[in-house]
């Protein structure tokens, strides 16, 4: 077990080792949705809840039945821990959809749609596969899961701010779209970097 | 391949000189490269790329996983209704994800220690999913195989140039290199080796540049306004 105070483990998650800056995840959704600072905005609120409540779920479930001689089932089902993951967190996102559909019409045009964008975000399966990994207590899940998912949405509006400012820059034709967001990101990635000594988690 | 591409060519009457299966394997290894010009799965090709040996493991691991998951995809395509498509096609990617990674860790598992999450992480990757979509729904299973290996290969191949860039850059060797030839190159002598590269901020801006040299190459259609 890490002794790690979960805490601290939000700071780190933010800043020194950002979900999306230095493990690169959600890459994908990251290009594709930071051109707007709106849109990467609501993106990153729906991320950042989704990823807290999955990475704990994700606990409860990998150790209250995956692991051997867990409370619930004493067989070893690690192997499936993939495939009840995703179809955790493809559930979760279902839920939530329909319940603020139905609760809040005005959350809904505000989060909703970017939720079914969610369950094919990397960045979520990655947290809770680095809580697997890293064996995190259950305080320490919930501290990774929202540092992780303010880090990643940090990061994606910082992004689309630059990329807002980038319409007035004259770029070279071959780097124009992804290829200068990429290095816009290396750069951003480098800066953060250097908060490196900070704290550290593995 | 040939005879099934003539076949195929002439069922679906577009045998063209190349034939479909051909055109398929072109598609995807270059003009229609998941990375370079989709711009999918690009977190694992970020994620691994530090050094040449992780990076071509890791797309053995995506090629075995693609390539079965169209097949499978394209078998039961006519099986499948529409609407949980999706979920079976997830659990068809986790499936063969699994396989590999239960795989891996019994005759490799220092290398599964080193992918981390990242093997996992293939199940949330845009281009296995993106394949069986956009490809395997619709088409037969020979050909979907063709287009799994095709796509498999042009991620291995991007993968490889960063993986070999970064790791020479970075370390001043190639690790792999040495093993395979039994050569002792090490350029860390005299040559400073530069660690950023290695570092998270190398990997995006390698990938930058190499995508920049690829629209060089081959300037895209439909960048247009993208910005």
Redesign the interface.
Known sequence: MNETHALLIVVAAIFTNNILLSNFLGMCSFLACSRQIDTAIGLGAAVVFVMVCTTTLNYFIYYGILVKDAALCSMDLTPLTFIVFIAVIAAFVQFVEMFIERFSQKLYYALGVFLPLITVNCAILGAALFMVIRKYSFLQTVGFGFGAGIGWALAIILIAGLRRKMHYSNVPTPFRGVAISMIVTGIMAMTFLGLSGMVSIQ | MGAQAQQFGQTRGAGACCGKGCQTLKEGIWHNNPISIQ??????A??VTNSLENALVMSGALLFVITMSNLIVSLLRNATPRRIRM?AE??II??F??VF??FLKAYYPEMSKRL??YV??I????IV?GRAEAFALQNPPLLSIVDGIANGIGYAMVLGIIGFLREFVGTGKVELVNKLFRSQLDLSQWYMPNQ?II???????A???L???F??IK??ET?EG??
Do not use: E, H, R
């Not at chain 2, 711009?39 to 694992?44: D, E, I, K």
């Open positions: 711009v999918l799965g690009v977190c694992s970020l994620a979920i997830v659990a986790a499936t994800v699994i990674d239960l981390g999450p996992g992480l199940i949330t990757n845009c999913m950023l570092l998270a901020p190398g990997a995006f801006i990938l930058g540049f995508i920049a040299l629209n060089w300037p895209p960048q993208k910005m």
